[in-house]
């Protein structure tokens, strides 16, 4: 695994268009996270909380009893739901990638920091992890059906099926149809319980197409953050709601 650094906006540029020849494949076959501190480790909410999967299927379950109060569109594809928990902030199993490195910078910027911390941009090729686990050459797009060959990643809730969860994490594209999941080009590693971080999934899988973009200072955070603006890469842009946009014209209008 490489580190690489950058300072501004053409620097992470060339990084990132350089991947393609580095990983050797098509630049729409990479992603990217963004993060703002490296010593965040790549796994999911369910991890890193220390959740078991009884915890998981407790939340799940209060969830489906409520969320209708509030999502007036009922959700019928399992996949679907899930994705839906994972942005509104309920912990799963998945962990958020990106096929555009632009939005990958801006979430890696946009929160602030603690003293020490370092930004990055994690950036791997899906494909290569799924070949090596599944034996796959592509992107996994889940199905409501039971033959999928994803279907037992998904909470046993989700699933009515007492199968165990698959010991390994593949990478998968759920069609987009939440707003904020096409606004912000969403893939999704769905992990394990008990899953190492991606990083070290690649590493003990003799992976090599996986790297760490890290903004050499904290510095360069407002001036890059500014860039991002100009280009327009702004709040409601990315989150598509009314939040975000009243944040932006607050940060616009120096209010």
Not at 11 to 34: M, P
Not at 126 to 136: A, D, F, I, Q, S
Not at 225 to 238: A, F, P, V, W
């Amino acid at each position: 695994m490489r580190n690489l650094i950058f300072k501004n906006l053409t620097e992470y540029l060339e990084i990132t268009s350089s991947l393609q020849e580095s990983f050797n494949c098509h630049h729409s076959d990479i992603w990217f996270r963004g993060i703002k501190d490296t010593k965040m480790k790549l796994v999911p909410g369910v991890i890193w909380r220390g959740m078991s999967e009884g915890d998981e299927e407790s939340v799940i379950s209060e969830f489906m009893a409520y969320y209708q109060n509030y999502h007036r569109k009922k959700v019928t594809n399992p996949y679907e739901l899930y994705a839906l928990m994972q942005h509104y902030g309920l912990p799963t199993r998945l962990l958020d990638w990106s096929l555009s490195p632009l939005v990958s910078l801006y979430f890696a910027l946009e929160q602030d920091n603690d003293e020490g911390a370092q930004r990055a941009v994690w950036s791997m090729t899906p494909y290569e992890l799924n070949n090596k686990v599944m034996n796959y050459k592509g992107i996994i797009a889940p199905s409501e059906f039971s033959k999928s060959p994803d279907y037992l990643y998904l909470p046993k809730y989700l699933r009515n099926d007492e199968s165990p969860v698959p010991n390994q994490a593949i990478a998968i594209s759920l069609p987009f149809t939440n707003q904020r999941v096409t606004s912000q080009k969403g893939g999704f590693t769905i992990h394990s319980y008990n899953s190492l971080p991606l990083d070290e999934i690649f590493k003990s899988n003799d992976l090599n197409n996986i790297v760490c973009i890290k903004l050499e200072s904290e510095e360069y955070r407002s001036s890059l953050l500014e860039e991002l603006y100009s280009i327009g890469m702004k709040e409601d842009d990315i989150y598509q709601d009314l939040n975000s946009l009243s944040k932006r014209i607050v940060r616009e209008y120096c209010i």
